[in-house]
């Protein structure tokens, strides 16, 4: 079994590419003399444990965290309760990206204790396969895993949304019947029965209408007609 060797060279050009300028920068500016060498020897000593190569930064961070030093590219709730942790992604290089779905290149998923890089393209130029290319296959499994969470919540959230007002808007527009949609003959039948039924009710008012003295006599003997039936009402003295 081949021993892992650490690659400086490849070390070095990683730690001056442009992608980490912001960190650098920072980790120049505060860290210097024996406080600089401890910290590199503490990186190498790492290197020489999980046996594969790992970006210094990416190291660096945990580094950090562990040793509670909060530097300038990392933003948490408890700082900055204006900051929705949904939105706001922490790519590698120190940036914070605000997007609604996972930015197209490398970012931190914040975990309760540590950190894990997503990333979303990785390439290889040769068929070895190592301890690196495995590290890149998870990182692009994790990007993968974490767009599908953020884009499954974003359209269920949207349908759902989307779900209640169409309902609400059905339940004010659409009445329970439209009169408007009766046929012409079905309305001529219900005219034609109103007309019967009010002649039917005047005819039985002439019928059965009652006829009242205007002034009747006190001595005089009283009559009231009731259609064809007369009743007489005599006074009693």
Same mark, same amino acid.
Not at 14 to 23: C, R
Not at 131 to 147: C, F, R, S, V
């Given at each position: 079994?081949?021993?892992?060797?650490?690659? $400086?060279?490849?070390?070095?050009?990683?730690?001056?590419?442009?992608?980490?300028?912001?960190?650098?920068?920072?980790?120049?500016?505060?860290?210097? &003399?024996?406080? !600089?060498?401890?910290?590199?020897?503490?990186?190498?000593?790492?290197?020489?444990? #999980?046996?594969?190569?790992?970006?210094?930064?990416?190291?660096?961070?945990?580094? @950090?965290?562990?040793?509670?030093?909060?530097?300038?590219?990392?933003?948490?709730? /408890?700082?900055?309760?204006? #900051?929705?942790?949904?939105? *706001?992604?922490?790519?590698?290089?120190?940036?914070? *990206?605000?997007?609604? @779905?996972?930015?197209?290149?490398?970012?931190?998923?914040?975990? @309760?204790?540590?950190?894990?890089?997503?990333?979303?393209?990785?390439? $290889?130029?040769?068929? /070895?396969?190592? =301890?690196?290319?495995?590290? =890149?296959?998870?990182? +692009?499994?994790?990007?993968?895993?974490?767009?599908?969470?953020?884009? &499954?919540?974003?359209?269920?959230?949207?349908?759902?949304?989307?779900?209640?007002?169409?309902?609400?808007? +059905?339940?004010?527009?659409?009445?329970?019947?439209?009169?408007?949609?009766?046929?012409?003959? /079905?309305?001529?039948?219900?005219?034609?029965?109103? +007309?019967?039924?009010? !002649?039917?009710?005047?005819?039985?008012?002439?019928?059965?209408?009652?006829?009242?003295?205007?002034?009747?006599?006190?001595? +005089?003997?009283?009559?009231?007609?009731? &259609?064809? *039936?007369?009743?007489? #009402?005599?006074?009693?003295?």
């Amino acid at each position: 079994m081949n021993r892992y060797t650490i690659d $400086k060279p490849t070390l070095h050009k990683e730690f001056y590419s442009v992608e980490w300028t912001s960190q650098r920068q920072w980790f120049l500016r505060n860290f210097k &003399g024996d406080h !600089r060498s401890e910290i590199i020897d503490s990186f190498y000593t790492f290197l020489e444990n #999980v046996q594969t190569h790992v970006y210094f930064f990416d190291w660096f961070n945990v580094y @950090l965290l562990r040793n509670k030093i909060s530097p300038p590219w990392i933003t948490t709730i /408890t700082e900055d309760l204006s #900051v929705n942790t949904l939105t *706001i992604w922490h790519h590698k290089d120190g940036r914070l *990206i605000k997007s609604d @779905l996972p930015p197209n290149s490398s970012y931190f998923i914040p975990n @309760l204790e540590d950190k894990y890089m997503a990333s979303p393209f990785k390439y $290889k130029s040769d068929e /070895t396969i190592g =301890a690196q290319d495995i590290k =890149a296959l998870m990182e +692009q499994n994790n990007y993968t895993n974490k767009y599908l969470q953020v884009l &499954g919540e974003n359209l269920v959230s949207k349908a759902s949304t989307s779900g209640i007002k169409e309902s609400e808007a +059905q339940s004010i527009s659409k009445p329970l019947f439209k009169p408007a949609s009766l046929t012409s003959q /079905t309305r001529n039948k219900f005219r034609a029965i109103h +007309q019967n039924w009010t !002649r039917s009710l005047e005819d039985s008012n002439k019928d059965n209408s009652v006829i009242i003295p205007k002034t009747p006599s006190t001595s +005089q003997v009283g009559s009231v007609r009731h &259609g064809p *039936i007369t009743r007489s #009402v005599s006074q009693k003295d």
